[in-house]
């Protein structure tokens, strides 16, 4: 492979001690290093994003796009979408990626007709695919832009036209046909637009049953040619809409639930988009984890002061942990996930090499993040303080209240004339700052290691 990534060579682990400053190399990110029984390239499964990495020119809404691609050079978009593939294999090879996730209108240019566009769209997937034979790389997931073309100004499975619907459906027909082929081993549904800007001219019930029959009839088809990916929804609560349906997880899994898709489907949960709803990233894994319902991971993060959707790479130690502690609990991100670098250099990183120490951040981020996790579990620091703080759940009235082995006339009995000092006796302290010190500890003496 010719060398289109210039004075940029495969990237190493080199280990923690390499040097203080980052250079193109890994200080915490070991692929083939064994934690918890599993090697670390199968806890994390980094996938690298075709849209942010080789599509994104770094445009803000205040700015033009600053981005320097080497593949500038080609002028025709079909040309240019062609050497993109080069360049993307090469990527992926330098960076020791297994996967990729791609939209389908991040691989080639549309064409005045549905028809002409997936014509477009499978020169470049048969690229794709003869790459894939001669590398094993595989795609973690593949799926649909139903948001930038201002046809879907007013949404895509939700659009008040029925004709835009339909365009919609058989726009995602032909990505899931194109999901079978790369071998995607997810598909993804973002409702970018799937949402209102004002009640006033919204059938908020009547959209939202319009999407569920959507994504029931995609799945059918997938079932009918044989596709077998899991079928995840991508919870944001907003922007660019004034509200979206897949608000935050909770609501999302209530959504799946009321209209029969839970069996079907999971979630893909991103870092940014669980702080626009007001949440921590570990909040959406946890009630992702917990209602059985995890399917896989977008990697970024946001900045606490902009109220935006930035994608920036994830950097934030504690918000790495915390996320990796909620997959060791789970026992893997989900049954075919992964972590999708759905991130982008800052406007201002602009130069090709930007694109290696973004990705390089983010996997080292994880990594560390993996590694402290692990040692807390190894030690069992978190599950010793939540078997004391939940231990009069473990016995007596407690375990009989959870057994099903009381009612309120019971319970009154046993608590009508306890006195205050008693009850007061029965609370304790959580010891909140001390555990916050112990996880700092745990984290300056793993990585130090």
Known sequence: ?????????????????????????????????????????????????????????????????????PYDKYTDPMDQALAKVDYAFEFYKKLGVNFLCFHDRDLAPEGDTLRETNKNLDKIVDKIVEYQKSTGMKVLWNTSNLFTNPRFLEGAGTAPSAKIYAYACAQLKHSLEIGKRVGSENYV???????????????????????????????????????????????????????????????TINFMREYGLDKDFKLNLEGNHANLAGHTYQHEIRVAREAGLLGSLDANQGDKLIGWDIDEYPSNLYETTAA????????????????????????????????????????????????VAAAMKEDGFLDDILKKRYASWDEGLGKRIEEGKEDFKSIEKTVIDTPQSELRAATQSDHLEEIKDTINHYMIETLAK
């Open 1 to 69: 492979m010719a060398d289109l990534w210039k004075n940029v060579g495969d990237i190493k682990y080199e280990g923690p001690h390499k040097s203080v400053k980052s250079g193109l190399f890994y200080q915490y990110y070991n692929p083939d290093e064994v934690i918890l029984g599993k090697k670390m390239k199968d806890w994390l499964r980094f996938a690298v994003a075709y849209w942010h990495t080789f599509d994104q020119r770094l445009v803000d809404p205040f700015g033009d796009g600053t981005a320097m691609r």
């Open 189 to 251: 549904f973002w409702g970018g637009r799937e949402g209102y800007e004002s009640l006033w001219n919204t059938e908020m019930k009547r959209e939202q049953s319009h999407i569920a029959k959507f994504f029931h009839m995609a799945k059918d088809y997938a079932n009918e040619i044989g596709f077998d990916a899991q079928m995840l929804l991508e919870p944001k609560p907003k922007e660019p809409t004034t509200h979206q349906y897949d608000f935050d997880a909770a609501t």
């Open 324 to 371: 990796m502690w909620e997959v060791i609990e789970n026992g893997s991100i989900g049954p075919r996930g992964g972590l999708n670098f759905d991130a982008k250099p800052r406007r201002t990183s602009f130069k090709p090499e930007d694109l290696f120490y973004g990705h390089i951040v983010g996997m080292d981020s994880f990594a560390a993040g993996l590694r």
